[in-house]
């Protein structure tokens, strides 16, 4: 045995605690997760139903925990997981899952699948086994900082472009502020409007706020591949930068994962609570609409709908307030059938955007979204993540689709009234 | 061995070697599970674990309308087998003897001939989970030696407790003891494979609820 392949069942072996003992347990291999999943729903093929996907890690599972696996392993007769094994499910460990947890919804035993497959991709990430594309992205993020390579230097420009574009001054590195903003790395060089509007919403509310040059990245390449390692050396940046500027919150940006990966696995991966809270940025808009701060004066005429991203809404919790925020801009807004956290994934979440290998089957699986969107004759369809932002775009050119794809933040600045500032506005920098 | 000893030896020392294997195999079981652990969830919660997860062992018994409709069968044909075997089970009059002789409880019965129709009913279920396993392309994919093994266990004791109740193919005696035997090898099966899912579902539908329920999401 290779000692990447003993390393690697090894961490199989090491993932398995009591909820994935009695996940496996549990299983009646029912079939009913294969329905949950966009990949097996637009391809028809049973090898992307999700439970499948955890096949190998099952074998170790019972191998080393149960009791026909040890008594067959006493005996010498147990075949243990191969290498080829663990390449041959590369694809659907990867490609085929964007850890989008609609299988962990419908699972009549209640299985968490995706809990158990993010656990799978430790184990293959220590054989080897993780797409090339997002092994590369991974590299960047940890040698430069960001997937897309985006240094400190490249941020300070992006901020200056800001400033000109909101006409405000945008923070950087203000120590004392409420608010430390991350980006995506998405939001930093494509979706390049989003930083004057969060500038330009958060002068009129007057929130203290700065951004970083030590932290700036808030995308977890390191979530995604499923290295707990490198996804809590990312985190730790972060953390450290925060602590530094001793900010009371840190705002995860309009991006799936970050928020999982800052909010919910965060304090897990570096072993301590943070001494400052994560609010995702439509929690914190939501809440200056609450406390009347968000001051709109204008309306989106177009018919709107809303597209949940996975790990901020039925991962995340995360749910209302995009509505609540798109109540006050949209004259038309109409929810999709399974919207909510019901709704299903934009085909590109956990890593599978960053894998070109997956792109034929990612853009087969977007028909899920087509079907979900035909017959609502949308002008525009808002989301809250980059990621799932670019997935859309790419979507629906692919399906010959006319509907533009908006930022929630995006949308919202611009129909944001022009009025006074509140009291802090701007002022720190 | 004659039908009257066979049944004797079922009655007694099998019932109670096969007892035995299930409740110490489900208990070694269960705490092989919990034993593992997990860690400590540092991360702010949203909300508490415990109530999430107590309702969602609850709520998952029931699918949303979309998942329902994309498995049918699966759930109509599980819902009627696992409540006519459960019926069966706890509620046909000599079960009930032979249980409270066991715990000291007693409950009251159903009557034979609607247990009868449950009997069918329940069978019915399991053959048409058991083509639908052999045709349907997921689970048949998804197919192992286990899963005929626990349907053929499972469907045994219903088949002999419905052929002895109507007297049919075998004296009363001989086919009594052919039930008992049977539900002796289900209990012995039981621990030992994917039959456990009968307790360790509530363990999953609780992590499960409880590990999104401190997220503030109900599942």
Partial sequence: MSGKLERGLNTLKAQIDAPMAAFFSSCVHCGVCAHACLFYTETGDPKYTPIYKLEPMRRVWQQEYSFWGKLARALGLSKPVTDQELADWEELVYDSCTLCGRCSLVCPVGNDITYMIRRMREGMVAAGHAPKGLKQVTVRTVEIGSPMGITPETLRKQAAHAEQDAGLPVPLDVAGADYLLLLSANETMVFTDTLPALTRIFHQAGVSWTLSSEAYEATNAGIQIGSSDIAAELVQRIVSAAEKLKVKYVISPECGHAYTALRWEGPNLIGRPYPFEVIHVAELLDQLRAEGRLKLDSRETGRLSFHDPCQMVRRGGVIEQPRRLLDQVAEDFVEMPDAGIHNWCCGGGGGVSANERAVPLRRRAFHRKKEQLDGLQLTTLVTSCANCRDMLEDGLEYYDMDIEVKGLADLLAEHLAESEPGAQGGEQS | ?219
């Fill in chain 2, 1 to 219: 061995m004659s039908g009257i000893e066979l049944l004797n030896w079922a009655r007694g020392p099998g019932l109670q070697i096969a007892g035995a294997v299930f409740v110490i195999g489900v208990i070694v079981r269960l705490a092989a599970i919990l034993l593992l652990g997990r860690k400590t969830d540092l991360s702010r919660p949203r909300e508490g674990a415990m109530w999430p997860g107590l309702r969602t062992v609850l709520t998952r018994s029931i699918p949303d309308a979309g998942t329902f409709r994309r498995s049918p069968l699966v759930f109509i044909a599980g819902y009627v087998f696992h409540l006519g075997f459960l019926l069966t089970l706890l509620f046909y009059a000599p079960h009930i003897l032979l249980l409270k002789s066991v715990t000291g409880l007693e409950w009251p019965g159903l009557p034979v001939s609607l247990i009868d129709v449950l009997a069918v009913l329940s069978i019915t279920a399991l053959v048409a989970l058991f083509i639908n396993r052999l045709i349907d392309p997921v689970r048949r994919h998804l197919s192992r030696c286990g899963d005929w093994l626990a349907l053929l266990v499972t469907v045994l004791p219903l088949v002999t407790g419905y052929l002895a109740l109507n007297r049919m193919l075998l004296p009363y005696t001989d086919m009594l003891a052919w039930h008992i035997l049977s539900v002796e090898l289900l209990l012995v099966v039981f621990p030992f494979s994917k039959l456990m899912h009968t307790f360790s579902f509530v363990l999953a539908r609780w992590y499960n609820g409880a590990i999104a329920g401190r997220k503030g999401v109900q599942v």
